[in-house]
């Protein structure tokens, strides 16, 4: 199973069995802020997470509109897990990861890497999705 940000570190079992992985997703959204120098938007998040570029790809694409459940990618057909933390225990867990498949996932949907504002706005978007 593919999983495009495995983090693997800090996560809280909740009573519900949901796993709360906020410290490590936040702890990304803010390194991203301070070197976007301003706040993330999650409403600009959500619209370059489903905004399709010039090879015809979004996000959704492969993550799913939105990315609560599992999905699969879209030329290989492997299956991905959810990837809003909320919904994923393996998301964001590793910092190494994140900027990996944030850098990767960028080029091949934008043919370009994100920007330093957009990746705060995704990221906050993401940690949005609640249950």
């Known amino acids: 199973m593919?999983?495009?940000f495995p983090l693997g570190a800090t996560t809280t079992l909740l009573a519900s069995g949901a796993v709360a992985q906020t410290t490590i997703a936040s702890a990304e959204l803010q390194r991203w802020q301070t070197t976007a120098g301003a706040p993330a938007d999650a409403a600009r998040g959500q619209k370059l997470f489903s905004t399709k570029?010039?090879?015809d790809l979004s996000c959704?694409?492969?993550h799913g509109m939105?990315?609560?459940g599992p999905a699969r990618h879209a030329s290989t057909g492997k299956a991905i897990?959810?990837?809003?933390?909320?919904?994923s225990a393996e998301c964001f867990t590793d910092r190494a990861?994140?900027?990996k498949w944030f850098r990767r996932n960028c080029k091949d949907v934008f043919s370009r890497e994100c920007s330093?504002?957009?990746?705060?706005?995704?990221m906050a978007y993401l940690i949005g999705l609640k249950k």
């Open 53 to 55: 570029a010039g090879n």
């Open 2 to 4: 593919i999983h495009p």
């Open 81 to 87: 897990d959810a990837l809003a933390p909320a919904f």
């Open 97 to 99: 990861k994140v900027d």
């Open 66 to 68: 939105p990315p609560t």
């Open 60 to 62: 959704a694409s492969c």
């Open 116 to 122: 330093a504002a957009e990746k705060p706005d995704l």
